[in-house]
């Protein structure tokens, strides 16, 4: 797993981390069940308090991209297809809300989508 930070970047160490890491699960580089190192393990890597590490990991597992257990570690939790299908899912459910919103039929709104496409 390759992550830098950059010390005196405009973005927090923490979600330079988190970004990395969801990122390569996004790419499909980190596949479901890739055990990740240790929170204290990647803050010495990196050169980043634990606490740094340890707020990007739970930002991670509250976005449910990564699951902790415990002593046993963190695992990755979702695949790039469930991210995938997930986003599309609420990409038409605001699809859908605003059309409704908006009085359109499902032929309208399924137009513009076909138009955006």
């Not at 990647?42 to 590490?53: H, Q």
């Not at 707020?55 to 509250?62: F, G, M, V």
């Not at 902790?68 to 979702?78: C, K, Q, S």
């Amino acid at each position: 797993m390759d992550i830098t930070v950059d010390p005196v970047g405009l973005t927090p160490p923490y979600e330079q981390v988190r970004s990395q890491i969801e990122a390569l699960i996004r790419a499909g580089e980190l596949a479901r069940g890739t055990r990740l190192p240790t929170v204290r393990q990647l803050s010495l890597d990196l050169g980043l308090a634990v606490n740094t590490v340890a707020r990007a990991y739970k930002e991670l597992e509250a976005d449910h991209l990564v699951e902790t257990r415990g002593r046993n570690g963190t695992f990755v939790l979702a695949s790039r297809s469930q991210i995938d299908d997930e986003a599309t899912r609420a990409a038409a459910v605001t699809l859908v809300r605003a059309a409704r919103k908006a009085g359109l039929s499902l032929a309208e709104a399924t137009q513009i989508l076909s138009h955006a496409w």
